[in-house]
């Protein structure tokens, strides 16, 4: 049931909840409510939230807590910030994350399957086992990202920067790397069937277990 308070806030205009504390701002997403538009959530502690369909862009959602949070459909992109955030088991299908900034973010065991992260900013990030099949990762940075036993299946990393991450025992079947930046990555028991690596660099890359003519071969566009 709606508290007085909560009604009140429901008919603020955007502009009087630029001065909304964080607690003012994590109560009033609590409540169902989806715009959520350049909210400060900084530290929020959003555990286990019902947030489908909101529109989070230009949120500061810094450090905060989205473990098993439910965000399927949600709109973060227009730089949201979601660095160093807490989303681990949390759902992000077909969620917009288009250019938002997720630096060292906990995303594993996520489920961002169909999600767009083009040209997201998810360097030093922990995926570790999540669900990124059909995903957009187009352009995006993931330098470091820890992707160890991810899901990737016809994701698309075209143009972006793998440098240093690590992707064993990844699954890429069907993957686009074409001209991705993957120079130092670890590749050691992923699944690479069906990948396109057309234009990709792999200096000192770790390929271990890999058919290093076929991937030559890969790279080069045969």
Known sequence: ??????????????????????????????????????????????????????????????????????????????????????????CLKGASLYD??????????????????????????????????????NGANLRKANLIGAYLRMADLCNADLIRANLTGAYLEGAYFDCAELTYANLESAYLKGASLRYARLGYANLEGHDLDDLRKRVAGF
Do not use: F, I, P
């Open 1 to 90: 049931m709606a508290t007085k308070e909560n009604e009140q806030n429901e008919h603020q205009t955007n502009e009087e909840r630029k001065e909304w504390t964080v607690q003012q701002w994590t109560d009033y997403a609590k409540a169902g409510n989806k715009d959520l538009a350049g909210a400060n959530l900084t530290g929020a502690n959003l555990e286990s939230a019902y947030l489908k369909g909101a529109n989070l862009e230009g949120a500061n959602l810094e450090g905060a807590n989205l473990e098993s949070a439910y965000l399927k459909g949600a709109s973060l992109r227009e730089g949201a910030n979601l660095e160093d955030a807490d989303l681990t088991g949390a």
């Open 100 to 137: 938002a900034n997720l630096k060292g973010a906990d995303l594993r065991g996520a489920n961002l399957a169909g999600a767009c992260l083009k040209r997201a900013n998810l360097g030093d990030a922990s995926l570790m086992g999540a669900y990124l099949g059909g995903a957009n990762l």
